[in-house]
């Protein structure tokens, strides 16, 4: 059986990736587990989401295992100078909440996956505001991607960048050297639910069954337990503009 190739990973993402490793390499001490639990190509990595920095330590634990992920972020951070030429250049994808716009990051993505290509999806959509960092009621974005491509989805969690920038954070502490732990589970069987209508309950059904495999990896991670209840930010809607 032939293995399907990688896409080739654009010049721009080699460039920034040669410059930024070192750094990361030299300001943290890494715990990479379940490269195995990786398909060779087109899946979606779903992520908890704890601090700024997440995006980088995810895209590093990913780029080492020979993938160069495509990371789904809000718009607006195409608009900040030299950072929106650096999204557009490596092939991130903009995602436009709350606009017109909004469906077209599905669009984005479906394409991206059926290029052969990892996307990142943090399905919490914001940082997590439990107050111990455990993940949240996860959005039915990625969900509703993972049923309409058939992709498969797979649960990452990640601990200890936080430790370099708090979330919400000004001071960034490389040192001493932080580990970070990021551990890729087996992805979710959501194959009973391709057939089902996508309503409110079938996405809800297939982002609880993601959000759950996340934090059973980040209880490993931890060697603690989640709460029985996940935070939801529809029940505390203050905390949404906490910055």
């Known amino acids: 059986m032939t293995v399907p190739s990688l896409p080739e990973t654009p010049r721009a993402y080699r460039t920034l990736a ?3 490793r070192p750094i990361l390499f ?3 001490r890494r715990d990479w587990r379940g490269a195995k ?3 060779p190509t087109g899946f979606i990595a779903a992520a908890n989401h ?3 920095v997440d995006p980088v330590t995810l895209a590093h634990f990913l780029y080492d295992q020979g993938r160069a992920p495509k990371i789904t972020a809000k718009a607006s951070l195409w608009k900040v100078p030299v950072l929106g030429r650096i999204l557009t250049s490596t092939g991130m994808i903009p995602v436009h909440r709350g606009t017109a716009g909004a469906a077209q990051s ?3 993505s479906t394409a991206r996956l059926d290029e052969g290509e990892c996307v990142v999806f943090f399905p919490e959509g914001t940082l997590t505001r439990d107050p111990d960092g455990w993940p949240m009621v996860g ?3 990625v969900a509703r991607l993972a049923l309409t491509s058939r992709a498969p989805v797979v649960p990452i969690a990640q601990w200890g960048a936080e430790q370099l920038l708090a979330p919400y954070g000004k001071v960034f502490k490389p040192i001493p050297p932080k580990r970070v732990a990021v551990h890729a589970g087996p992805p979710v069987d959501l194959s009973d639910l391709y057939d089902r209508p996508q309503d409110t309950a079938t996405l809800r059904e297939a982002t609880e069954r993601i959000m759950a495999a996340i934090t059973r990896q980040l209880e490993e991670i931890r060697g603690a337990k989640a709460p ?3 935070f ?3 029940q505390h809607p203050g905390s949404e503009r906490r910055r």
């Open 18 to 20: 040669f410059f930024l």
């Open 228 to 230: 029985a209840e996940r």
């Open 106 to 108: 599905l669009v984005d």
């Open 37 to 39: 639990n990786l398909p």
């Open 139 to 141: 959005k039915t974005g």
């Open 50 to 52: 704890v601090t700024e």
């Open 232 to 234: 939801d930010l529809r």
């Open 26 to 28: 030299a300001i943290t």
